[in-house]
C-alpha cells in the first residue's frame, strides 16, 4: 500500500500496516523552495501520487474559522481549483468533502487538534468522492500560517515507502543472536546443574537453577490463556495495556538480573551479607552485591517504563530489557521431549495464523485482531503500545519520518516459541555427545526461516505471521537430523537424556579410597552396619575397647 507504515506486531506477527501517511508541500507563490508537513490520508476517498514533482501546486483556501458542515459555510463562489483547509468537528468527514466536492474543490485538508486517524466512510461514500481528503495537525496549521504568507500553495503527495530497510538486518542479528545464546546457555546450563548440584551450598544460586517443565496441559493452559488475552486485548485494549506493560517491568527487571548476576558474581567485591532480620526477601541474608544489582535492574526497567514514549532512546531499553526477559525464558522454561515441542510449535502456528487471516472475516472492521492489538486501536484515548517486541528505527532517509518515528517490530513470540525448540536441541546434544549438530542446524533454520518471513513480505506486500514460516523450518529441520542420525525414538521421546548423577558427600577428616575399593567394600559394610553383630564380632570389639 502506498505511504503506509510497514511494522511488526508485538506477539507473533512480522511487518504490518498501520496507517497512510502522506506529506503537504507547501510554498509561496512563485517561490520553488518550501516545506513539507505530515498528513493523515484514507486512498479509499482518493490515491496521491507517490512524486512531488507529478503532484498539482494549488492555492490552499483558509476556512479554519469554520468546520464545514453546511451550505451555510461555503463562501460565494465555492472552492474552484483551490484547497480548503477547515476543522475537525460537528459532522462527518464524508460531509466536509461532499461539500467541498460539489463546490469545486479539488482535495479537502482537514485540522485537527486531536490525534490523527484516517477519514474514514463506506463504501458508498468512496465512489460518490474522487477528491482526497487529509488531517493535518493544529500545531503544523499555526507553523504554517507564521511560515507562509496568504498565497500559499500545496502539493499532497505519498511517497513511497520501501518495504525493506537495513534496520532489518539488526532485528534478524537480534532476534538469531538472542535464540543461540539462549540455547547454548540454556543446555550447558542444565547439563552442568546435573553434574555439579552437589556443589551448590548458596540459597540465592539454587534458586537461580530451578526450571519449569512444560507438560501437555500446560501447553494447551498456555493457549487458552493466550487466546483469552488477546481477545480481551481487542475489546479492553485501554484498561488493559497499562498492566500489560507494568508485567513487562517486572518481568523484564527478573531476566535482566538473571542474565547479569553470572557475571556480577565473578566480582572480587561486595560478597558480605547483609545483618540479620525479620523483613521479608532480606531474612535469608542476600549478599550485598546481589542487592545493589537488583536495584540497578529495576532502576533501568523503571526509567524505560517513565520515558516509554521517547522515541530517540527509549527503543534501546526496551531492547535491552526484551532480550534480557527472552534469555531469561528459554533458561528456565524446559521442553522435555520433542513430542513436546512439536505440540507446541504445531498449536501456536494454528494460533498465528487463526489470528492474522481467519479473524479479519469475523470483526466488524475488516481487520484481524492480531493487527488490531499489535498497532492499538485509532480510538484508542490512551495511545499506548504493548511492549512485548524487539524494535529498531528505520534506517532509510524517507520525508514520512516527519509523520512518525517507523520503527521495525519483532515479538517475543518469534523469538521465545522457536528458541524454546533449539534449547531442547542443544540438551539433547550434550547428553548425547552428538557435536551439537541439533543446535547448529536448528539455529541456522530458526535463521533461514526469518529470512524467509521477510522474503514473503516484500513479494506480497501484506502481513505475515512468522510462525507460518519459523514452525516448519525448525520442526522439520529437527525432524530430518534425527531420522538422519537414526536417533529419532531417542529424540521424540527424550530418552536419550542420561539421569543426574548422585554424589554422596566427602568427609574430608577422612582419606578417600579409591572408587573400585569402595564399591567393592560398600556392600559389606552395610551388611555390617545393617545386621546383627556376631559372637566373634562382640568379641574382637571387647578386644579393641580394652
Not at 501520487?49 to 453546511?70: E, G
Not at 507553523?143 to 538486518?169: C, H, Q, S, W
Not at 497499562?242 to 556480577?264: D, E, N, Q
Not at 541439533?438 to 516484500?458: D, H, K, N, P, S
Request: hydrophobic content about 45%.
Amino acid at each position: 500500500m502506498e505511504a503506509t507504515r510497514k511494522r511488526v506486531t508485538p506477539v507473533t506477527h512480522v511487518l504490518m500496516v498501520v496507517g497512510e501517511y502522506g506529506m503537504a508541500h507547501f510554498s509561496d507563490e512563485g517561490k520553488s523552495r518550501g516545506k513539507d508537513y505530515c498528513i493523515f490520508f484514507n486512498s479509499q476517498w482518493a490515491r496521491l501520487p507517490q512524486d512531488l514533482n507529478k503532484a498539482s501546486r494549488l492555492q490552499i483556501y483558509d476556512l479554519t474559522t469554520s468546520v464545514l458542515c453546511s451550505p451555510s459555510d461555503v463562501p460565494e463562489g465555492g472552492f474552484p481549483n483551490l484547497i480548503p483547509m477547515v476543522m475537525r468537528g460537528n459532522c462527518t468527514f464524508y460531509e466536509k468533502v461532499r461539500l467541498a466536492q460539489i463546490n469545486g474543490a479539488k482535495a479537502l485538508l482537514i485540522v485537527s487538534k486531536d490525534r490523527l486517524t484516517p477519514p474514514a466512510g463506506n463504501k458508498s461514500q468512496y465512489e460518490e468522492i474522487d477528491i482526497p481528503v487529509a488531517l493535518l495537525s493544529y500545531s503544523d496549521m499555526l507553523d504554517i500560517g507564521k511560515t507562509f504568507g496568504k498565497g500559499r500553495l500545496v502539493a499532497m503527495y505519498a511517497p513511497n515507502e520501501p518495504v525493506l530497510d537495513y534496520n532489518m538486518v539488526i532485528i534478524f542479528l537480534m532476534a538469531v543472536g538472542t535464540v543461540a545464546v539462549g540455547g547454548y546457555w540454556a543446555g550447558s546450563r542444565d547439563s552442568k546443574k546435573r553434574y555439579m548440584k552437589h556443589k551448590r551450598d548458596d540459597g540465592a544460586e539454587k534458586q537461580d537453577e530451578e526450571t519449569v517443565d512444560v507438560t501437555p496441559i500446560m501447553i494447551c493452559v498456555f493457549v487458552v490463556m493466550c487466546c483469552s488475552m488477546l481477545v480481551l486485548l481487542y475489546f479492553f485494549y485501554d484498561y488493559l495495556a497499562i498492566w500489560v506493560i507494568a508485567i513487562f517491568c517486572l518481568a523484564s527487571s527478573v531476566g535482566l538480573h538473571s542474565c547479569l548476576w553470572p557475571f556480577v558474581r565473578r566480582l572480587p567485591f561486595c560478597k558480605c551479607r547483609v545483618p540479620e532480620n525479620n523483613l521479608p526477601y532480606l531474612h535469608t541474608r542476600p549478599q550485598v552485591r546481589m542487592l545493589l544489582l537488583s536495584a540497578f535492574c529495576i532502576a533501568v526497567s523503571g526509567t524505560w517504563m517513565v520515558f516509554r514514549n521517547e522515541d530517540q532512546w527509549a527503543w534501546v531499553l526496551q531492547d535491552t530489557l526484551g532480550i534480557a526477559f527472552c534469555l531469561y525464558m528459554l533458561k528456565t522454561v524446559r521442553l522435555p521431549t520433542f513430542k513436546a515441542c512439536t505440540l507446541l510449535l504445531s498449536v501456536l502456528f494454528v494460533y498465528d495464523v487463526f489470528f492474522v487471516f481467519i479473524t479479519p472475516f469475523l470483526t466488524k472492521s475488516g481487520e484481524s485482531i492480531m493487527v488490531e492489538v499489535a498497532a492499538g486501536p485509532s480510538d484508542s484515548y490512551a495511545h499506548e503500545k504493548l511492549p512485548m517486541v524487539l524494535k529498531v528505527p528505520r534506517l532509510n532517509f524517507s520525508p514520512l519520518s516527519l509523520c512518525d518515528r517507523p520503527f521495525s517490530l519483532l515479538g517475543f513470540g518469534d523469538v521465545l516459541v522457536p528458541g524454546l525448540l533449539v534449547v531442547y536441541c542443544h540438551r539433547f546434544d550434550i547428553l548425547t555427545q552428538s557435536s551439537r549438530i541439533y543446535f547448529v542446524t536448528c539455529t541456522i533454520a530458526y535463521g533461514i526461516g526469518l529470512l524467509i518471513t521477510f522474503v514473503a513480505l516484500a513479494v506480497m506486500q501484506m502481513g505475515q505471521p512468522a510462525l507460518l514460516y519459523l514452525v516448519p523450518c525448525t520442526l522439520l529441520t529437527s525432524l530430518a537430523v534425527a531420522l538422519w542420525r537414526r536417533e529419532l525414538p531417542q529424540f521424540w521421546t527424550g530418552s536419550g537424556f542420561v539421569p543426574p548423577i548422585m554424589l554422596a558427600p566427602i568427609n574430608c577428616t577422612q582419606t578417600a579410597a579409591p572408587q573400585a575399593d569402595d564399591h567393592l567394600t560398600r556392600p559389606e559394610k552395610e551388611r555390617t552396619e545393617d545386621s546383627p553383630p556376631t559372637p566373634a564380632g562382640k568379641e574382637e570389639a571387647e578386644n579393641k575397647a580394652n
